[in-house]
């Protein structure tokens, strides 16, 4: 079973729409990562939350920490054809520099 | 700064042969750690390095392993390959443990395809 659950697992949407990744999980994590990736390159970070209840705005994409620190969200807003991508998100615990990746959600974004 | 760097980007071997991919770190990272991707599993964690030690090893088998240099460069080796280790192999970077921005970040990966 998967310690991070994303959903939707697939996405595809027409450009201009909003919306929004849920990545889940019943464990408590120091940090939270959001990375994109692009066929056949490694995944790029995007974002870095901590504290519970953060969000984090970078452009059209906005990033909330649950209060718990167990869930996160990635929203995007007015989506273009260059956000298409395989989103992931990355738990992890900073202790014991452990890194927990979800399943990931495949965005197709068309013109 | 220089982000990680893998080489080589692409490698076609065949069954049964072995192979060794390297991988170094952002400047100033100790940490390593080595992922395997595939269209069916996704992002499946193989083992992570520090100070040269691996401190963490994910569910693969003896076939694979991996060091790491006094310059935290770091290697991974698969030995008898199978065609199931046809995979995107990716390499990650980060400071280390007890880091509280814990971060980690990616090479472009090596595409290793078994023939």
């Known amino acids: 079973t998967q310690l991070l659950e994303q959903s939707p697992q697939f996405l595809s949407i027409q450009e201009g729409e909003n919306l929004t990744v849920y990545c889940n999980s019943s464990s408590v994590f120091s940090s939270l990562q959001w990375y994109r990736q692009e066929p056949g390159e490694g995944p790029v970070l995007l974002v870095t939350v901590v504290t519970g209840g953060e969000v984090k705005k970078l452009k059209r994409l906005t990033f909330q920490f649950g209060d718990a620190r167990k869930d996160s969200s990635l929203h995007i807003t007015a989506a273009q054809p260059g956000d298409t991508g395989l989103y992931l998100c990355a738990g992890g615990e900073y202790n014991f520099n452990k890194f927990y990746f979800g399943s990931g959600t495949k965005l197709n974004v068309k013109p | 700064k220089a982000g990680v760097t893998q080489t080589p980007r692409y490698l076609i071997k065949t069954r049964g042969q072995q192979v060794t991919l390297s991988c170094s770190p952002i400047s100033g990272h100790r940490s390593v750690s080595w992922y395997q991707q595939t269209p069916g599993q996704g992002l499946q964690f193989l083992f992570e390095?520090?100070?040269?030690?691996?401190?963490n090893k994910g569910n693969f088998p003896g076939r694979f392993s991996g060091r790491q240099f006094s310059n935290s460069r770091s290697e991974m080796n698969v030995s008898t390959l199978e065609l199931g280790d046809s995979a995107l192999y990716l390499c990650?970077?980060?400071?280390?443990?007890?880091?509280?921005?814990?971060?980690?970040?990616f090479g472009p990966g090596t595409r290793l395809t078994v023939t």
């Open positions: 390095y520090f100070s040269e030690t691996q401190r």
């Open positions: 990650a970077s980060s400071l280390g443990p007890g880091q509280e921005m814990y971060e980690q970040y």
